[in-house]
C-alpha cells in the first residue's frame, strides 16, 4: 500500500465585507486574517478573491458579460507589497478585467475571501504511514491519532489528534470510505483532501458527514 499524504486545512476561511463602498480600492485591516496577508503576487497565486455584488449601475470589463450575483472580479486586482491595499482596475484602464464603482456608494458591495492557508496551524499534512487508530468517541465525533509531527515519540508530542465532528452514528461510513481511500493505489496517490474548510471540501465527498475537524498535540 503506498503513502498517501492526508490534508486537513482546519482553519475557516478569513472574509472582510465593504459594503456601501466609496472607493476603487479596499484595504484590508486586522478584521480579515490577522496577520494581514501582504505581497504582490497574493492574489495572483490565488491567495485569496475579490467580488462585488452585481449592481446596474458599475461598468464591467467584458469578462463579466452576462453575470449578476456575486461576480469575481479579482483578475481585475493588484494588492500592495506591504500595506495589503486592493487596487482595482477600472473598466477604461481595463476593458476585459476591470470594474467600476457606481457613484452612488450604496451600489457597492464588495467581499475578500481568503482561499489558501498562510498562518501557523491554519492547515497540516500527515503521512499516512503515521496513522496509528480511528476511535469513535461520540455519535457525532470521531478521532484520527497520528504519531506526533515532531518524531520524538516519549517527548512533547507522542500523538497528534484530529477530531472529525459529522452526522450522528456516521463513524462506520466515515472510518470506511477513509480507509478505502488509504488502501487504493490505482486510483489515489499523492495528497488527499480530508477537509479544506476553506474551500469547503471534505472527504468522504458527502457534505452532511463532516461538520468541522479540529486538531490538538498530547504527550504520554
Not at 446596474?56 to 479579482?74: L, P, S, V
Request: hydrophobic content about 40%; some cysteine; charged content about 15%.
Amino acid at each position: 500500500m503506498r503513502d498517501k499524504y492526508l490534508y486537513f486545512g482546519v482553519t475557516a476561511a478569513g472574509t472582510e465585507a465593504f459594503n456601501t463602498h466609496g472607493a476603487q480600492t479596499v484595504q484590508l485591516t486586522t478584521g480579515f486574517v490577522n496577520p494581514i496577508p501582504v505581497g504582490t503576487d497574493y492574489l495572483t497565486n490565488g491567495g485569496a478573491k475579490v467580488t462585488v455584488t452585481y449592481n446596474a449601475n458599475h461598468t464591467y470589463g467584458t469578462a463579466y458579460a452576462g453575470m449578476t450575483g456575486e461576480i469575481d472580479i479579482t483578475a481585475g486586482c493588484t494588492i500592495h507589497a506591504t500595506s495589503a491595499l486592493i487596487t482595482i482596475a477600472t473598466a477604461a484602464a481595463d476593458p476585459v478585467y476591470g470594474w467600476t464603482k457606481s457613484g452612488t456608494s450604496s451600489h457597492n458591495n464588495l467581499d475578500v475571501t481568503q482561499l489558501k492557508p498562510y498562518e501557523a496551524l491554519d492547515a497540516f499534512v500527515y503521512n499516512s504511514r503515521y496513522l496509528r487508530g480511528i476511535a469513535g468517541t461520540t455519535a457525532t465525533t470521531t478521532q484520527l491519532h497520528f504519531q506526533g509531527k515532531t518524531g520524538d515519540v516519549g517527548a512533547t508530542h507522542d500523538v497528534d489528534t484530529f477530531t472529525v465532528t459529522h452526522g450522528s452514528a456516521k463513524f462506520k461510513e466515515f472510518a470506511g470510505q477513509l480507509t478505502d481511500v488509504l488502501a487504493d493505489d490505482n486510483k489515489v496517490n499523492g495528497m488527499v483532501v480530508v477537509v479544506d474548510d476553506m474551500r469547503g471540501l471534505v472527504l468522504p465527498h458527502d457534505a452532511a458527514a463532516i461538520a468541522s475537524v479540529t486538531q490538538s498535540a498530547t504527550a504520554s
